[in-house]
């Protein structure tokens, strides 16, 4: 069909029509203030929940936090919030802590799920209990939560959720079976949650982070792409929720990469990252023993991939499949020196935000 056919000028206009109309709604959207307003952060000793309830307060909210680390806890706090030490993982010092919480600041308008685990998981030596472990905490603290605030908001009939997943959620990887299966699940609680509380005044906000620094990403021994700052994490995190968005995504560069990765095929996705994993281990078997011997056929099979910008190219062979890391990111370093750059330029990122450590 002609390029200008009066069908196609016609599918464009109404196509920009309709984006300009979203636009102009989305811009309309009542801006909401936090001063006064009263927020509860679980999962607040460190890394983006430490620094979101300080953005909060500098907006002028009221805020109570909770996790296990009191002493950290308290330096995040000072004299600013209410220190509420707390395992999450434990129902009825859940529903004390809450009622605690509620009683101190008279009601709650936000509640704030930021708790968050991440266990490296090697499906040669599958360990059940660092599996369980990172569901107890990342799933089951949600949940836990919920029973313990769900009443207290329907009651209000108002007030907001908030859970803190990951755009590790949005695909799965190796390495990271554990962390991607908690955030996908979360995410899709948190919007089961969201069509079941609107007609009850309830809303609920879903943030999907990329990187972040924090004590857990500096224990990370990979590069991590479009790495922010807590505090800057914190600013757009409170900025989404001044504009009463359900989802809040950042960095918006990871976001869209994120959303084309979705769109690759499962079967070629995970043949990708399967062909991806045995250049990572020849890679590493290089560190020790020398130059790898790569498998002529396996690189061939990584350039083929689609890129990002739709080419061809290593574009996938954002990978690094090491097995002592929680998380799993492109190197490619076993790549021919001319496709490296490539790769590096044109990956798409697992943005995990949290990494091994004791829970918070």
């Known amino acids: 069909m002609p390029a200008h056919s009066p069908l196609i000028r016609t599918a464009l206009a109404s196509a920009a029509a309709v984006a300009g109309t979203a636009w102009a709604l ?40 909770s996790a296990r680390r009191e002493r950290l806890l308290r330096e995040v706090a000072g ?59 990342n799933l ?40 991607t299966a908690s955030k996908a699940a979360q995410i899709n609680l948190l919007e089961g949650l969201r069509a079941a509380l609107l007609p009850h005044g309830v809303a609920v906000t879903t943030i999907c ?69 045995l250049q990572a281990q020849a890679h590493r078997k290089a560190d020790v023993d020398g130059p790898p011997n790569v498998d002529s056929a396996a690189t061939a099979t990584v350039s083929r991939l689609p890129t990002q910008s739709g080419g061809s190219g290593p574009g996938l062979s954002a990978f690094n499949l090491r097995s002592n890391s929680a998380c799993t990111y492109a190197t490619v370093t076993a790549l021919p020196l001319g496709e490296r750059a490539a790769a590096l330029a044109d990956y798409v990122p697992l943005p995990l935000d949290y990494a091994a450590r004791p829970p918070s």
């Open 26 to 65: 989305r811009q309309r959207r009542t801006r909401i203030s936090l001063q006064g307003c009263r927020v509860w952060v679980v999962g607040a000793s460190s890394g983006i929940g430490a620094a979101l309830a300080k953005e909060l307060v500098n907006r002028g909210a009221c805020v109570a936090i």
């Open 79 to 137: 004299e600013a919030m209410l220190v509420v030490p707390l395992d999450i993982t434990d129902d009825a010092a859940t529903d004390a802590a809450a009622a605690r919480v509620r009683q101190h600041l008279g009601g709650l308008d936000l509640v704030i799920h930021s708790a968050g685990l991440s266990q490296p998981m090697d499906v040669e030596h599958w360990d059940r209990s660092l599996f369980d472990a990172c569901l107890a905490l």
């Open 140 to 179: 089951g603290g949600l949940n836990s939560l919920l029973g313990a605030v769900l009443p207290i908001l329907l009651e209000q009939k108002h007030g907001r959720l908030v859970g803190i997943a990951s755009l590790a959620g949005w695909r799965g990887f190796p390495g990271a079976q554990a962390y």
């Open 209 to 277: 982070p990329g990187f972040v620094r924090s004590e857990m990403t500096q224990r990370n021994d990979f590069p991590m792409p479009l790495l922010l700052e807590a505090d800057r994490a914190a600013a757009l995190i409170c900025d989404g929720l001044q504009r009463q968005q359900a989802q809040i995504v950042f960095p918006a560069t990871a976001g869209l990469a994120m959303r084309a990765a979705q769109m690759v095929p499962t079967g070629v996705w995970s043949w990708a990252l399967a062909a991806l994993g």
